[in-house]
Each structure stands twice: as structure tokens, then as C-alpha cells.
């Protein structure tokens, strides 16, 4: 009976401390518009502002008070490194795709976002109809690819490498927006961008003449908030995203996407 109750004091004790240490959260973000970005002095976005709910409700469920710190990254994989190798505290938003190679090393939350990997030429190009290998070799065999160094869209473009043209000179940026402009100034480029990269930055250049080559965009993926295999905030994260409906089913999160997004890609994107 006394060894019992030990090991079940122990216990208590563990989770107080673990309680007791949720008081802080730091929060590392890459830097991609429209997921977590600076606007001014302020720092705005749909992870960040999904993120300001997160802590309201630690506060309003929980009555867990807590002091958030941001730290910005410019590069995806520094960003990545950082959050596996961080403290207990932190949370990645990085519009991070939830995979098994990713699982291995990370903590992910429940979707927040679905996503489409969408391939992007310039306007000029000829839209691509089938993946027939001469086809393919017709409208891009003079082309070279860039993506964004270690995202999901490296493997993408390693397997049309690998399928339909084994030459294929593939280069590497860190920022999606930086995949567009370059395809923008260079008519031989072509790249793998999110869908909602895409759409934003017409959004933003509604001028500019780019299309997507539909028969080679990615399948469906959802993104997550990544934490470090140790976190101190995957049990809350999990239970703040599908306690009830999940927080997905919620007025605010379709105010938050309608505040960012427009409604002709919000049904695409939306966790349902």
C-alpha cells in the first residue's frame, strides 16, 4: 500500500511540475505571408492569429497564464532545426506538411489547414495535358526547377526529375514568393509553390501572367504546428483543436481565414 502510494504522489508531482512549467510559450515562425508575417511593428497571420486563440484558451479553460515570445526564421530549415531541437516551450508555425519522415522527428498539432502543392510555369508556356513522357519532355525539357530548400516540394519535383527528365537542373531558394518572382523574371523556370502561396501573391500581382500545371499539382496535404518530441503543449494543442467540434469548426477560425483569404480558395483549404 505505501509503495503505491508513492509511485502515485510521484506521479502527481510530475504533473504539477509539468503544469507549473506551462507558463511560457516560444513561438519560432518562419517568415511566409500569409501564415505568420510583419506588418509594421506587428506580427500578423492565420497561424499567428490561431495561435493568439490557443493562448486565450489556456487562459479561459485552463487558467494557465502565459507569456508568449516570437522568434522570426527567413530560411525553412534553420526554422525546422530550431523547433526539433528546442526546449519543451516551443511551437513551430511554419506551414509545416504533416508526413511520416516529419513524425520521426517532430511532434505535429491536428491540421489547422489543408494544402495543394501546385506547379507553376509562366503564362506562356503550354498548359500540360497528360503525363505522357514525350508530352512532358515537349513543354519542359528546356526548363529548369526551383523550390523551397527542404520543404515537401523537393520530393515532388525529385520524382518528375527522376520520371521524365532524368537532366533536370533543380535549384533551391527559401522563400515561395522568391519561386514566383523568379519564374516571373526568368520565362524558364518553373516551380512548386502551396496554393495558397500562389493565390496570394496574384492577390498581390494581379498583372502577372503565371498558370498552374494542374496534371502534376501535388495531392492533398495538411499542415500542422510542430513541436519538439519533449513538449510541454502537444496534450493542450491536441485537445484546444478537437475538444468538442474542434476549434476548426468554430466562427473564429472561418473569420480568421476570411480575414486572410479570399472565399475562392477558403472551401479548398479549410479543415472541414
Not at 534553420?78 to 519522415?101: H, I, M, P, R, W
Request: hydrophobic share 40%; net charge positive.
Amino acid at each position: 500500500m505505501v509503495k503505491r502510494t508513492s509511485h502515485f504522489i510521484c506521479l502527481l508531482m510530475i504533473s504539477i511540475k509539468a503544469f507549473a512549467q506551462i507558463d511560457s510559450l516560444n513561438i519560432n515562425y518562419y517568415d511566409n505571408y500569409p501564415y505568420a508575417y510583419m506588418e509594421g511593428d506587428k506580427i500578423k497571420g492565420i497561424e499567428i492569429d490561431i495561435m493568439r486563440e490557443y493562448v486565450s484558451w489556456l487562459k479561459q479553460k485552463k487558467n494557465i497564464t502565459i507569456q508568449v515570445k516570437y522568434k522570426a526564421f527567413t530560411e525553412f530549415g534553420s526554422f525546422y532545426t530550431s523547433v526539433k531541437n528546442a526546449g519543451a516551450n516551443t511551437v513551430g508555425l511554419g506551414s509545416v506538411t504533416d508526413n511520416v519522415e516529419r513524425e520521426k522527428e517532430v511532434l505535429f498539432s491536428p491540421p489547422y489547414l489543408q494544402n495543394v502543392p501546385v506547379l507553376v510555369t509562366d503564362g506562356t508556356i503550354p498548359t500540360l495535358k497528360t503525363k505522357e513522357a514525350t508530352d512532358v519532355a515537349r513543354v519542359f525539357g528546356n526548363l529548369s526547377a526551383l523550390v523551397v530548400s527542404k520543404s515537401s516540394h523537393v520530393n515532388y519535383m525529385n520524382d518528375i526529375k527522376n520520371s521524365y527528365i532524368p537532366n533536370l537542373k533543380i535549384s533551391f531558394t527559401e522563400k515561395q514568393n522568391s519561386v514566383l518572382e523568379s519564374i516571373v523574371s526568368n520565362k524558364t523556370l518553373f516551380g512548386y509553390v502551396d496554393l495558397v502561396a500562389y493565390w496570394a501573391y496574384l492577390k498581390k500581382n494581379p498583372s502577372r501572367f503565371l498558370k498552374m500545371q494542374k496534371v502534376f499539382n501535388g495531392p492533398k496535404e495538411f499542415l500542422g504546428f510542430i513541436m519538439p518530441k519533449n513538449s510541454l503543449h502537444n496534450q493542450y494543442l491536441s485537445e484546444f483543436f478537437e475538444s468538442g467540434f474542434g476549434f476548426t469548426s468554430t466562427k473564429v477560425y472561418h473569420q480568421i481565414l476570411e480575414q486572410y483569404l479570399g472565399h475562392e480558395i477558403i472551401e479548398s483549404v479549410e479543415i472541414k
